[in-house]
């Protein structure tokens, strides 16, 4: 199970690429991100698998916190 709730990145201050960003995916069930150039499709990747942080919000992995993971168990 993957979650994100409220996800908030920006590179810059008040400049967010995504704000307020919530989904909910069980196990089997497939996520699509589409949208054109430069709106942060692959930002938002980075920060599921955490080579990016957020400004605001949370990941979780099967109820646990993406920030709580270590990175070898990840």
């Known amino acids: 199970m993957i979650s994100m709730h409220q996800g908030c990145f920006e590179y810059r201050q008040q400049q967010p690429i995504f704000s307020d960003l919530s989904f909910h995916l069980k196990k089997g069930e497939t996520l699509s991100i589409l949208g054109p150039n430069g709106v942060g499709k692959t930002t938002l990747v980075k920060c599921l698998l955490g080579f990016q942080r957020l ?3 949370t990941i979780e992995f099967d109820g646990q916190p993406l920030t ?3 990175p070898r168990q990840f």
């Open 68 to 70: 709580s993971i270590p």
């Open 55 to 57: 400004k605001s919000g």
